[in-house]
């Protein structure tokens, strides 16, 4: 008998596998009910006039946040209220309707604004970053360019620390210095910034008393400065130098923001790559910009920038000129050679026409991905319509005694 009863229930190494499924069970009970008390969204809870939540025997005064939270950020723009300190959709929709007026009198452009943890009274830290949204394409926005999906990420945190008050770097590894009106407008020429949006007394004295910045309209308590000189596309004025033996990811990143915050020459752009007439240096040569080669002057002009595409006319052939883009592998340049890596994460090319273009097309990677991602929703539409047939396995026989 006893033999009889080992056979059926598997003997005692089946009887652990219960009882540490057993006790699983109950962790994951366990962790459950204590996340869903908060929540108060137990099937049969209670709730006392007090605020206590009880659900069986369990009872708590806790309440979680995330109720609150998903509340905030689907209920929409429109339904925020300000408060003493400013926000709400009626500040919000007057920043909108500003930065719309400024990009049909003055030019569509790239918009940089301060950054303030408070920005969340409009509704999320990353409500400025809708521009491009409320107007149309219009005001493209440089948090919605460059946030945690590009090489040029880094960089687009060190301006807002040089650009803000209260800045909120994301990005660690980086020894970023402090408020620099100055310097922060010369990264901004560098990115091809038309507009920059300040909203502290410091941020804003500062701007008014800088030379490069023109304050054209107000939206309290935003005041809009147009950056003079910024554009897209320009000569380099030195030659680059390819640095070699870089890798990517960080040790490029670390070696761009070299001169890109003023402890080496800068005059020079730090190339990843060129034609052989650039100079090359090693990686541990800093001092890139000693003895660059100036280039000739050249005019860009008629820039049309699209969706995936840029274009622009040059009154000069062989002179490199600068495109501030984020360099990607995809883009491919007609009418000139390259394009060329250059730090701190943008592209040059050196045109061989008078109209050139860049245009961002599908590698061969990108391709292949696509097709994969077709035949896996075909598998599985076929596999949605074939109904699967289960086998039952095979018991074993359990020996009388």
């Given at each position: 008998?006893?033999?009889s009863e080992a056979a059926v229930l598997g003997g005692p190494r089946q009887g652990s596998q219960l009882a540490m499924i057993g006790a699983s069970g109950l962790i994951v009970a366990a962790v459950l009910i204590s996340v869903a008390?908060?929540?108060?969204?137990?099937?049969?809870?209670?709730?006392?006039?007090?605020?206590?939540?009880?659900?069986?025997?369990?009872?708590?005064?806790?309440?979680?946040?995330?109720?609150?939270?998903?509340?905030?950020?689907?209920?929409?723009?429109?339904?925020?209220?300000?408060?003493?300190?400013?926000?709400?959709?009626?500040?919000?929709?007057?920043?909108?309707?500003?930065?719309?007026?400024?990009?049909?009198?003055?030019?569509?452009?790239?918009?940089?604004?301060?950054?303030?943890?408070?920005?969340?009274?409009?509704?999320?830290?990353?409500?400025?970053?809708?521009?491009?949204?409320?107007?149309?394409?219009?005001?493209?926005?440089?948090?919605?360019?460059?946030?945690?999906?590009?090489?040029?990420?880094?960089?687009?945190?060190?301006?807002?620390?040089?650009?803000?008050?209260?800045?909120?770097?994301?990005?660690?590894?980086?020894?970023?210095?402090?408020?620099?009106?100055?310097?922060?407008?010369?990264?901004?020429?560098?990115?091809?910034?038309?507009?920059?949006?300040?909203?502290?007394?410091?941020?804003?004295?500062?701007?008014?008393?800088?030379?490069?910045?023109?304050?054209?309209?107000?939206?309290?308590?935003?005041?809009?400065?147009?950056?003079?000189?910024?554009?897209?596309?320009?000569?380099?004025?030195?030659?680059?130098?390819?640095?070699?033996?870089v890798g990517d990811g960080e040790e490029w990143r670390d070696l761009a923001l070299l001169p890109y915050l003023g402890v080496t020459d800068h005059r020079a752009l730090i190339a990843a790559d060129g034609p052989d007439e650039w100079?090359?240096?090693?990686?541990?040569?800093?001092?890139?910009?000693?003895?660059?080669?100036?280039?000739?002057?050249?005019?860009?002009?008629?820039?049309?920038?699209?969706?995936?595409?840029?274009?622009?006319?040059?009154?000069?052939?062989?002179?490199?000129?600068?495109?501030?883009?984020?360099?990607?592998?995809?883009?491919?340049?007609?009418?000139?050679?390259?394009?060329?890596?250059?730090?701190?994460?943008?592209?040059?090319?050196?045109?061989?026409?008078?109209?050139?273009?860049?245009?961002?097309?599908?590698?061969?990677?990108?391709?292949?991905?696509?097709?994969?991602?077709?035949?896996?929703?075909?598998?599985?539409?076929?596999?949605?319509?074939?109904?699967?047939?289960?086998?039952?396995?095979?018991?074993?026989?359990?020996?009388?005694?």
């Open positions: 008998l006893i033999g008390m908060p929540l108060r969204s137990l099937p049969f809870g209670s709730l006392d006039d007090d605020g206590t939540y009880h659900w069986g025997p369990f009872s708590t005064t806790d309440h979680s946040f995330v109720a609150t939270w998903a509340a905030w950020n689907n209920e929409g723009y429109e339904a925020k209220i300000g408060d003493e300190t400013g926000g709400g959709w009626d500040e919000y929709r007057g920043i909108i309707e500003t930065m719309t007026a400024v990009g049909a009198e003055r030019g569509c452009g790239r918009a940089m604004w301060e950054a303030d943890n408070d920005l969340d009274r409009y509704g999320s830290p990353m409500a400025l970053a809708l521009l491009p949204y409320w107007t149309n394409g219009c005001i493209a926005s440089m948090e919605g360019l460059y946030f945690e999906s590009s090489a040029t990420t880094p960089f687009h945190f060190v301006n807002q620390v040089e650009l803000s008050e209260s800045p909120a770097p994301a990005l660690r590894g980086i020894e970023y210095g402090g408020f620099d009106i100055s310097s922060g407008l010369d990264h901004l020429r560098l990115f091809g910034v038309d507009y920059y949006l300040a909203q502290s007394p410091t941020a804003v004295t500062a701007a008014r008393a800088e030379p490069g910045l023109v304050e054209v309209e107000t939206a309290e308590p935003w005041v809009v400065f147009e950056v003079d000189g910024s554009t897209l596309v320009e000569g380099v004025g030195y030659q680059p130098v390819v640095v070699e033996g100079t090359r240096v090693g990686k541990d040569a800093v001092e890139v910009g000693v003895g660059a080669i100036a280039t000739e002057s050249v005019v860009v002009s008629d820039i049309d920038m699209g969706t995936d595409s840029l274009s622009f006319d040059v009154d000069r052939l062989g002179v490199p000129v600068l495109v501030k883009v984020s360099w990607f592998p995809s883009w491919q340049a007609r009418g000139a050679d390259g394009p060329y890596r250059v730090a701190p994460n943008l592209m040059v090319v050196i045109p061989t026409s008078e109209r050139v273009e860049l245009r961002f097309v599908d590698r061969p990677i990108d391709i292949a991905a696509r097709i994969t991602t077709a035949v896996g929703l075909a598998a599985l539409v076929l596999l949605r319509r074939r109904p699967i047939e289960l086998t039952p396995l095979d018991r074993p026989t359990c020996l009388e005694s």
